[in-house]
């Protein structure tokens, strides 16, 4: 094996918590032991997933979990960020909940704490129960009060056992990429759908924490993937600003207790009234965060419109209602998914969503990227762009705690290559290489570098 240690990584404080992360729909499989998701209703969509491909077997992590604890407890971290399944739990997102999905989480929950890795939940990761979403889905608000209720049921089995509770993973995505650029579950093309959703996704982060923290469940917080958004010449601010509005202020604002940016609602007046608004939901998610998960990838470069396209995943300018016509513009080297690799850009964004959320510690929950990885080679798989970007992300993220941001850890995407969504088998995040085919898991030159890291604790 090569020498692997990142040694112009900083020395990592004892009290920074370094992980890994997954998604349940991406990785889990065993699609016949849950109810069904909206993710299963798009699959079945023909060319709404790049590969054609679908939940089964995914990673098959459900009959692999052993397995997958071994690797996580081979990695070294102190902890693993998983997303409970919905329908797993709540086949049809409410009443009676199903033994064999309580059974697993417990496998996995237990297994983590017996291996001395801090179980880290995600209780929604975009897998919304068919039934809720043929009752009217997020933009109608249906989901939320079984989002309470299905919050509460998971604290009340789990809450002596899970360490930190995230509510919603990227609400941002499910709502645009969702509802208004269609290339996500439930894949609706409607902005003020859209709008809507984000609003009632946020009222359902307020409800849900609240209801775990009274199960007996303890630092609730939600995931956001916040980003800076860079104008490319001063003519495109406004642009730019808007863009700002729908993929940070939107979701930060109301968290601080500024209420919904009042420019957004502005240029937005022709496709929705906001009458869907009630002051009350808006109090119960001001001050309604433990702590904040930054998932962070890119930065987002506003042009003009016109003047090119770029094929960069979920910069889809549609799923940005009220913005005035512009293009994304990222600049060279890109990942496998068109991102601009700019680790700068995660220092200065935890130094702005600190000043724009103070008093709110932080953790940035997903960083990683995706490459077209090699096959093995003496049971190594050589992924030198990875461990590079993750190398100067960590850096970046201890920048910035030493600039006096409260940033707690960093949890490295993924854990396993697994199924990106709309992308399907096409793109690769994980530092642990998965065979689709036989699904034989080989760990990266990446995964080796994360293991290496405790020497430089």
Same mark, same amino acid.
């Given at each position: 094996?090569?020498?692997?240690?990142?040694?112009?990584?900083?020395?990592? &404080?004892?009290?920074?918590?370094?992980?890994?992360?997954?998604?349940?729909?991406?990785?889990?499989?065993?699609?016949?032991?849950?109810?069904?998701?909206?993710?299963?209703?798009?699959?079945?969509?023909?060319?709404? /997933?790049?590969?054609?491909?679908?939940?089964?077997?995914?990673?098959?992590?459900?009959?692999?979990?052993?397995?997958?604890?071994?690797?996580?407890?081979?990695?070294?971290?102190?902890?693993?960020?998983?997303? /409970?399944?919905?329908?797993?739990?709540?086949?049809?997102?409410?009443?009676?909940?199903?033994?064999?999905?309580?059974?697993?989480?417990?496998?996995?929950?237990?297994?983590?704490?017996?291996?001395?890795?801090?179980?880290?939940?995600?209780?929604?990761?975009?897998?919304? &129960?068919?039934?809720?979403?043929?009752?009217?889905?997020?933009?109608?608000?249906?989901?939320?009060?079984?989002?309470?209720?299905?919050?509460?049921?998971?604290?009340?089995?789990?809450?002596?056992?899970?360490?930190?509770?995230?509510?919603?993973?990227?609400?941002?995505?499910?709502?645009?990429?969702?509802?208004?650029?269609?290339?996500?579950?439930?894949?609706?093309?409607?902005?003020?759908?859209?709008?809507?959703?984000?609003?009632? @996704?946020?009222?359902?982060?307020?409800?849900?924490?609240?209801?775990?923290?009274?199960?007996?469940?303890?630092?609730?917080?939600?995931?956001?993937?916040?980003?800076?958004? @860079?104008?490319?010449?001063?003519?495109?601010?406004?642009?730019?600003?808007?863009?700002?509005?729908?993929?940070?202020? @939107?979701?930060?604002?109301?968290?601080?207790?500024?209420?919904?940016?009042?420019?957004?609602?502005?240029?937005?007046?022709?496709?929705?009234?906001?009458?869907?608004?009630?002051?009350?939901?808006?109090?119960?998610?001001?001050?309604?965060?433990?702590?904040?998960?930054?998932?962070?990838?890119?930065?987002?470069?506003?042009?003009?419109?016109?003047?090119?396209?770029?094929?960069?995943?979920?910069?889809?300018?549609?799923?940005?209602?009220?913005?005035?016509?512009?293009?994304?513009?990222?600049?060279?080297?890109?990942?496998?998914?068109?991102?601009?690799?700019?680790?700068?850009?995660?220092?200065?964004?935890?130094?702005?969503?600190?000043?724009?959320?103070?008093?709110?510690?932080?953790?940035?929950?997903?960083?990683?990227?995706?490459?077209?990885?090699?096959?093995?080679?003496?049971?190594?798989?050589?992924?030198?762009?990875?461990?590079?970007?993750?190398?100067?992300?960590?850096?970046?993220?201890?920048?910035?705690?030493?600039?006096?941001?409260?940033?707690?850890?960093?949890?490295?995407?993924?854990?396993?290559?697994?199924?990106?969504?709309?992308?399907?088998?096409?793109?690769?995040?994980?530092?642990?290489?998965?065979?689709?085919?036989?699904?034989?898991?080989? &760990?990266?030159?990446?995964?080796?570098?994360?293991?290496?890291?405790?020497?430089?604790?």
């Amino acid at each position: 094996m090569p020498e692997l240690i990142a040694t112009s990584v900083p020395a990592i &404080p004892t009290d920074f918590v370094l992980g890994t992360a997954t998604a349940a729909w991406q990785v889990e499989g065993d699609s016949a032991g849950r109810g069904r998701c909206i993710w299963d209703d798009l699959a079945e969509r023909p060319g709404a /997933i790049r590969d054609g491909a679908t939940a089964d077997p995914a990673c098959n992590h459900v009959v692999r979990l052993e397995e997958d604890l071994d690797l996580i407890a081979w990695l070294g971290v102190d902890a693993y960020r998983f997303s /409970i399944s919905w329908p797993r739990v709540l086949p049809q997102g409410r009443g009676n909940p199903a033994a064999s999905g309580l059974d697993f989480y417990d496998r996995l929950i237990d297994g983590l704490l017996a291996r001395g890795i801090a179980p880290i939940a995600t209780l929604y990761h975009w897998d919304l &129960p068919s039934a809720l979403n043929t009752a009217g889905g997020w933009s109608t608000g249906e989901p939320v009060d079984a989002f309470e209720d299905y919050a509460g049921l998971c604290a009340q089995r789990w809450g002596d056992r899970v360490t930190q509770w995230a509510t919603l993973n990227e609400p941002w995505c499910s709502a645009f990429l969702g509802y208004a650029a269609g290339v996500h579950a439930p894949g609706v093309r409607d902005g003020a759908a859209a709008l809507a959703a984000a609003y009632h @996704l946020l009222v359902a982060h307020a409800k849900g924490a609240a209801a775990v923290r009274a199960a007996g469940g303890r630092d609730v917080g939600l995931v956001l993937n916040v980003s800076p958004v @860079l104008p490319e010449t001063p003519d495109m601010q406004p642009a730019a600003t808007l863009v700002d509005a729908v993929q940070n202020r @939107l979701w930060l604002d109301p968290l601080a207790g500024r209420g919904l940016p009042s420019d957004l609602i502005e240029a937005t007046r022709a496709l929705t009234d906001w009458s869907f608004v009630d002051a009350t939901d808006l109090a119960a998610v001001a001050g309604s965060l433990d702590w904040l998960g930054v998932n962070y990838y890119t930065v987002m470069r506003i042009a003009a419109a016109g003047t090119g396209a770029v094929d960069a995943v979920g910069q889809d300018t549609d799923a940005y209602p009220g913005v005035p016509p512009f293009r994304f513009a990222p600049r060279p080297p890109v990942t496998q998914m068109g991102w601009e690799v700019y680790a700068p850009g995660l220092t200065d964004l935890l130094r702005d969503v600190a000043t724009r959320l103070p008093g709110v510690p932080l953790m940035v929950t997903e960083n990683g990227a995706a490459y077209d990885d090699p096959a093995p080679v003496d049971g190594v798989v050589a992924d030198p762009d990875r461990v590079a970007y993750l190398q100067a992300h960590l850096a970046a993220i201890l920048a910035a705690r030493d600039a006096g941001v409260d940033v707690r850890g960093w949890l490295v995407w993924s854990l396993l290559d697994n199924l990106e969504w709309a992308e399907g088998w096409t793109k690769t995040f994980g530092i642990i290489q998965i065979d689709p085919a036989s699904g034989t898991r080989t &760990p990266k030159s990446s995964a080796h570098w994360v293991r290496d890291l405790q020497q430089h604790r």
